[in-house]
């Protein structure tokens, strides 16, 4: 029986390997959603007005912000004449980070529903910088805009040289030169800046900053509009089943699993995290070694956002999060269904390693100084994925 040695971890693998240790309804997880930016000092504050979206708990734990722009657009309340934010073409703009998994998958449901000419989007450089250049006394950084082929940047210390390259959009509606700038044209002088951002082009504000109720709009409101409007990734027949997978597991053992192992400031808050990080992994490779999705046969919302954090697991976390137990390269099943969602062009289009691996390793000058940028950039996802006959 192998057994883990840390000092102040000792988890005997057979339970850690076993799938069956979860119950079928896994009724003993709990989590929640959200977003992401950062600060580069350490100061990780409590304050209700922390800007920074990464503080922590007195135990040393990752707590993420709650989102707090949450406005809806409704096709109901359009068609009733009643509705604050209606549906209209080109009316919506999305501010993405190719970089940040939550912005990632807003822009491919945007792709996969065929809505590319109805709401427009652009993209930030994946390197934080310093966001009052012209205040001293202002440590935040974050998200900003450029242009292809401008200067590179390097990190907030000034090291590395990180490219502007042709996947960079400006925001050319607001010419807002930071997310944080937009932020503050909608009001909000607080923060945290984080994308994805759904804003109002004729309001000239944020309808929304929560990236699972942005997919939900996606996938349904705007289906007049949509090129594939028949696509429905939220099925009633399996949504309850869904939800409770994404709040108890997905989302708060590995969406948000990884970045509390990453951002844990405690021995135990980091034992406790990447323990219920690798029990997840397990749980969810012995599922999909019986079906070819989460619900079975059909696709949902769930397999995306569980994509979007295992295509940046190994290029990534597994280094720069400590996440180093195994690879998802170690566990076949995961491996093949990775590679199955990359294979679908609307996510191919959308996932951008260059950009992924430059914002970890560029953006967070304590945790990785001189902002070196590792080789890997993970399994060949091109390799054909064998799930077809699951």
Not at 68 to 73: G, L
Not at 362 to 387: A, E, M, Y
């Amino acid at each position: 029986m192998l057994v883990l040695r840390n000092p102040s971890l000792i988890i005997i693998a057979s339970r850690l390997w076993s799938a069956s240790s979860f119950p079928s309804r896994i009724s003993h997880f709990g989590g929640r959603t959200n977003n992401i930016t950062r600060t580069t000092t350490l100061n990780m504050s409590t304050d209700k007005h922390d800007n920074t979206n990464l503080r922590s708990g007195k135990d040393g734990s990752y707590q993420r912000h709650d989102s707090k722009h949450r406005h809806f657009i409704s096709a109901s309340e359009t068609s009733a004449g009643t509705a604050k934010y209606p549906v209209e073409a080109d009316r919506y703009h999305l501010h993405v980070a190719l970089a940040c998994p939550w912005a990632c998958g807003a822009l491919g449901m945007i792709k996969l529903k065929g809505l590319d000419e109805v709401i427009s989007h652009s993209i930030v450089h994946p390197t934080w910088v310093k966001t009052k250049l012209d205040d001293d006394s202002d440590a935040h950084c974050g998200w900003a805009y450029r242009s292809p082929g401008d200067e590179p940047l390097p990190n907030t210390l000034g090291h590395g040289s990180n490219v502007c390259d042709d996947a960079l959009k400006p925001d050319t509606f607001t010419n807002a030169a930071s997310i944080r700038d937009l932020y503050a044209i909608a009001g909000d002088f607080d923060g945290p800046y984080t994308t994805p951002v759904l804003w109002d082009k004729k309001t000239n504000t944020i309808v929304s900053n929560e990236s699972t109720e942005i997919l939900k709009m996606l996938n349904k409101e705007f289906n007049s509009l949509s090129k594939n409007p028949d696509l429905d990734l939220y099925p009633a027949e399996f949504q309850e089943e869904m939800q409770e997978l994404n709040d108890k597991l997905v989302y708060p053992k590995v969406n948000n699993g990884v970045y509390r192992c990453g951002f844990a400031k405690s021995q135990t808050a980091y034992n406790q995290a990447v323990t219920e990080l690798f029990e997840s992994l397990e749980f969810l490779e012995e599922r999909l070694s019986k079906q070819r999705y989460l619900a079975g046969s059909t696709i949902t919302w769930l397999d995306f956002r569980l994509f979007m954090t295992l295509v940046r697991f190994d290029p990534v976390y597994v280094t720069y999060f400590k996440t180093n137990l195994k690879r998802i390269a170690d566990y076949p099943n995961l491996l093949g269904y990775v590679r199955e969602i990359y294979s679908i062009p609307a996510m191919k289009e959308v996932i951008n390693i260059d950009h992924i691996k430059a914002h970890y390793f560029t953006s967070h000058p304590h945790l990785n100084t001189f902002g070196i940028i590792p080789v890997l950039n993970g399994p060949d996802l091109n390799v054909p994925h064998g799930r077809e006959n699951m």
